[in-house]
């Protein structure tokens, strides 16, 4: 079905109340597309290209390049479905209402305004008349005759040395021998094809014409043509400039044998385990107070993360049935606690296993935990580091991560997420308030092999554990 649309003299600026066609860039009986410039549209004060906000056919121009025109004025008319009659175009043309209130067909404008016979009491300036076979847009021959200034010696800036307005305001301002920031002195390039905007910007921001290709008609470089090349890449633009989109490029790094694992793994045991999840926090400060001492009495470096794998293994001693690896249809328990610790390592996450965690000492778990990392960072872990894991720690509290959903390590049947320690008011005993550290945990249970009691049970003891430390080293 045919769509006519009416293409209009827009309004640039609260000032502006009539624009002149400087230039067509399609022609009656042409298709164009979206972003595509269709004309040239020279005011009192810029000359701006139009770029299509769709895509159609031209059915009929009605102002001809030169034309000036009030805001609101048809100048053309669109066609977006199906070709439409030439009676359905008539009938649009001559039922159209300008929104502005401007004229729906251009006036006859004479090329040339006739000299005045007399001055008006309110012209400063007597009007010259100005006969020249130099091309010369409407305003900029308006502006010269007003300000009685000689066009002969002003070379044309516009497409094929035409004088536009700002030629003839510049010609006015005397030479540029102040030299002010941004001046837009135009290089000499008449054999590339570029509108007058495109070269004016070019001139501004020191872009050469010549290193460009033009997408417009023919090859033209359109104003686009010349803001893709703006120096600045991150896309803000210069001061007053458009915003304008960038390449956004992807960086492709293909997998690694280390991340192909630990995607399939991850992968899978999203999919097949049914997860639940149990929820606790705990109040640290014992926990960190007790780290001071021990770390001055052993002479270590045991992290916060040491005492909380060391808590789980001591934990998961005394619940065997959270203890666990799953395959296929066996729940294998184990006496002894292998708890993998999460590692953010330059090829992706691995989990290498603190053997035997239960029976450490906090300065032994911090050294083993140490070893593991350092080789985890310089890509030497071994399969002896990484297989046969029971339980696993995941840390993600030093981020200022509060509190997360950790996806199960199989064949584990379990995992236990960190969050951050946050300092919160509680209630005392008394009725006051007071505040202490807290950190949350989050227990990722496999249900097929844990049920829903004996992993809070197990939560219970390791939150005891935390929060009364010295039955750690009991």
């Known amino acids: 079905m045919a769509r006519l649309r009416a293409f ?6 609260i000032e502006m109340t009539e624009g002149t066609i400087a230039e067509w860039q399609v022609k009656e009986g042409e298709d164009f597309a979206k972003g595509d410039t269709i004309c040239s549209i ?17 059915r009929r121009v009605i102002a001809e390049a030169g034309a000036e025109l009030p805001v609101g004025a048809l100048l053309a008319v669109f066609d977006d479905g199906a070709d439409a009659s030439e009676d359905e175009v008539e009938a649009f043309i001559a039922n159209f209402k300008p929104a502005g209130g401007g004229d729906a067909k251009p006036a006859p404008k004479e090329s040339a305004p006739e000299p005045e016979t007399e001055p008006q009491a309110s012209a400063p300036k007597e009007r010259v008349k100005i006969d020249t076979n130099r091309p010369i847009s409407p305003e900029a021959l308006k502006l010269a005759e007003e300000e009685g200034v000689d066009i002969a010696g002003i070379e044309g800036s516009g497409r094929g040395g035409r004088i536009t307005y700002q030629d003839v305001h510049q010609a006015i301002r005397g030479p540029n021998t102040a030299k002010p920031k941004g001046t837009t002195v135009l290089p000499e390039e008449d054999a590339i094809f570029a509108s007058p905007l495109a070269r004016r910007i070019a001139a501004l921001h020191d872009i050469d014409l010549s290193s460009l290709s033009g997408t417009g008609p023919r090859g033209r470089i359109s104003k686009k043509d010349v803001l893709a090349k ?6 803000a633009g210069t001061a007053g400039a458009p915003f304008r ?4 490029e992807a960086d492709i790094v293909p997998f690694d044998k280390i991340r192909k694992v630990v995607a399939k793994r991850l992968t899978t045991a999203k999919q097949d385990i ?16 007790m780290r001071k001492a021990a770390n001055l009495v052993l002479g270590c470096k045991a992290s916060v993360n040491d005492f909380i794998v060391m808590a789980a293994a001591r934990a998961l001693a005394r619940h065997p049935d959270v203890n666990v690896q799953l395959h296929g249809d066996e729940v294998h328990r184990f006496a002894h606690a292998d708890v993998s610790v999460a590692v953010a390592s330059p090829k992706g996450l691995v989990t290498p296993i603190v053997r035997q965690a239960n029976r450490m000492r906090i300065d032994q778990i911090a050294n083993a935990t140490k070893g593991l990392i350092e080789k985890a960072k310089e890509g030497t872990l071994g399969y002896e580091d990484m297989d046969g894991g029971t339980f696993t720690v995941s840390n993600l509290g030093m981020f200022g991560i509060e509190n997360f959903d950790a996806i199960i390590n199989p064949p584990q049947g379990a995992i236990l997420a960190v969050g951050g320690s946050n300092r919160v008011p509680v209630e005392t005993a008394d009725g006051g308030i007071a505040f202490e550290n807290r950190i949350s945990f989050t227990l990722s249970v496999d249900h097929r ?26």
């Open 230 to 235: 703006m120096p600045d890449e991150d896309g």
């Open 449 to 474: 092999a844990i049920d829903g009691a004996t992993g809070a049970q197990f939560l219970q003891t390791f939150k005891m554990m935390l929060e009364d430390p010295e039955q750690l080293f009991g």
């Open 42 to 58: 020279e005011t009192a004060k810029i000359t701006n290209e139009v770029d299509a906000e769709y895509g159609a056919k031209v």
């Open 274 to 289: 049914p997860h639940f999840y149990l929820r606790i926090s705990v109040n640290a400060d014992p926990m960190l107070d």
């Open 245 to 248: 989109l960038v390449a956004n």
């Open 8 to 13: 209009t003299m827009p309004k640039w600026g």
